[in-house]
């Protein structure tokens, strides 16, 4: 199920933030909605959270198999891809289900990225977005899991989460101008402006892009 001993070891062995708790996380980071975090039930005795609790375990699982040496450095490049794969791999075999290697496979994939979009010197909308769209119905997960990763990653970071905590709050701000958008047009109306009578891929496609230009404040109405 897991690496071996020896592969952590060379790592530098694995770090937990013992004081982490998920419902007192998403309390105070999320705020109003901090409630979708444990309102999925993905099986009898396994919510969401203990979902999360999961993928955190997993979340470095390919860092063994991806370690190489670069200028005196061990890097991990690729881990968060194969990972995310072997997780999703892992849940299914221990009859988790599915929907717990996909919800798996979600976080892990990005996990990575909110560090990545809180190291951007000029951190745009776009990008925020973008994550949100790849991230879909886990992103506040991701969000929640990347505090935890931080906390977990050296003393030295976890001294300075507090940072980090108010860029993800900003992130949980555009989360929620995000999801108080409402499309201009429906896929119907789409159709009638462009004489199509039946529905295509590219109805969606250009819902999508037309609801990203929204967003961003590009469109604000329909003419």
Not at 18 to 30: G, Q, S
Not at 160 to 170: H, Q
Not at 193 to 211: A, M, N, Q, S
Request: include cysteine; charge should be positive; proline fraction near 3%.
């Amino acid at each position: 199920m897991f690496c071996k001993e020896e592969n952590f070891k060379e790592i530098g062995g694995l770090r937990v933030p013992e004081d982490w708790d998920v419902v007192e996380l998403k309390d105070e980071v999320l705020g109003e909605v901090g409630g979708l975090i444990g309102s999925l039930k993905f099986l009898p005795n396994m919510s969401d959270i203990e979902a999360l609790k999961l993928a955190a375990l997993y979340h470095d699982v390919a860092k063994p198999l991806t370690m190489k040496r670069r200028k005196g450095k061990l890097t991990f490049y690729g881990h968060d891809v194969l990972g995310a794969r072997i997780a999703r791999e892992s849940a299914i075999r221990l009859s988790f289900g599915k929907k717990v290697g996909d919800f798996m496979f979600t976080v892990i994939r990005n996990h990575l990225r909110p560090f990545f979009l809180f190291n951007e010197k000029r951190l745009s909308d776009r990008a925020k977005f973008r994550f949100f769209k790849d991230s879909g119905s886990y992103s506040l997960h991701v969000l929640l899991h990347s505090i935890a990763d931080w906390m977990a990653t050296s003393d030295v970071m976890k001294s300075n989460v507090n940072e980090f905590i108010e860029f993800v709050k900003g992130m949980v701000e555009f989360y929620k101008r995000m999801s108080s958008v409402v499309p201009l047009l429906s896929g119907d109306e789409i159709m009638e402006v462009k004489g199509w009578e039946k529905p295509t891929r590219c109805v969606g496609e250009i819902k999508e892009k037309l609801f990203e230009l929204q967003v961003l404040g590009k469109i604000t109405n329909k003419d």
